[in-house]
């Protein structure tokens, strides 16, 4: 699964999962929308908040989704614990800091959005007129959808990985066949990152829509799982055979993250990213990978991977490594050795074997 979450903040993602759909929240606040009325909920009581408030009234019961609909009739803003087991206040007038910059133009929203700015808590604002439940957290402002139409959007966006994914595996087979022909370039290598970023990011979107579908999303997930795979452990590999020393793939991540789509698209841009001395204006230029993915399929510790990367240098030394050029690396004995040399020709087998299959 994407580990990054890069598309919402954590502070979202937690709210999301507060307010989708199973949960008491999410069933108090579509029944306050079925009877056409509106509502303000805050979705936390510590004493920072309860400063802001004015007037209304002390609960301090139970929550339910009967009791949130029930007072949501009033006017004012509802005050619920941060694990939204008790309804704290009703009927409260809010008065967050006026100088919280807003994109809002509705009272209710635009309360809604400096409170959660302000004090960094999530708040849900459901319009009266429109239908139309916001849910603020994180700075950032995400309207919840419809069940079903929220699960149109995922199967589409399934359909979408899917694609790509055999795009990247595409790009990945033809990077492994010129690793093996050392004859690497540049180009290769931009087009697994460009193909496996844009896998990442759709997971990405898919992934938020599963944490707002709730209970909703089981086989979701199981589809997302199916097709995501390994697939980000495949990327790191690859960007650590060709980064330079000093540069680290977590850097590396950030910075095609940080591209908009189209950046990513364009081969020069998802080259640099691997910030090689040489720069990425030449895409034909030869380069040559330290071999790290390739021993991946070689069950080896790291320190044993990162020892032998660093006495051959390339994939071509290694390949043409014998049994006994593997045992001058320290740890390598002979019976690691005669793996590794099995392990390696039966890569280049294998992607012989795919390339004209």
Known sequence: ??????????????????????????????????????????????????????????????????????????DGAIILSAECDRIARANVHLVPDPTVPTSETGTRHRTAERVAKSLKVPVVSASEEMGVINLYAGGSKHQLQDVSRLLDRANQALQTLERYKVRLEDAMLSLTSA??????????????????????????????????????????????????????????????????????VIATLAELAALSDDEVLDLRIAAEALHREEGAKDLDQEVAPRGVRLLSRVKLSDDSASRIVEHFGTVARLQRATVPDLMEVDGVDDVTAASIKEALERATETAILDQYS
């Open 1 to 74: 699964m994407p580990a990054r979450h890069r598309s919402i903040s954590e502070e979202l993602r937690e709210a999301l999962e507060t307010v989708a759909p199973g949960t008491p929240l999410r069933a108090g606040i579509e029944r306050i929308v079925r009877a056409k009325g509106g509502a303000l909920v805050v979705v936390n009581d510590d004493p920072e908040v309860l400063a802001i408030c004015s007037g209304g009234f002390l609960v301090d019961a139970p929550f339910s989704p009967q009791r949130l609909s029930e007072l949501a009739k009033m």
């Open 179 to 248: 690793e093996l022909e050392d004859a690497v370039s540049l180009r290769d290598v931009a087009a697994v990152l460009q193909r496996g970023e844009m896998v990442l990011r759709i997971a990405e979107e898919i992934e938020t829509m599963i944490v707002e579908l709730g209970v909703e999303a089981r086989l979701l997930r199981l589809q997302l799982d199916e097709l995501y795979g390994d697939i980000e452990d495949e990327l790191n590999l690859v960007i650590t055979d060709y980064i330079p020393p000093g540069r680290t």
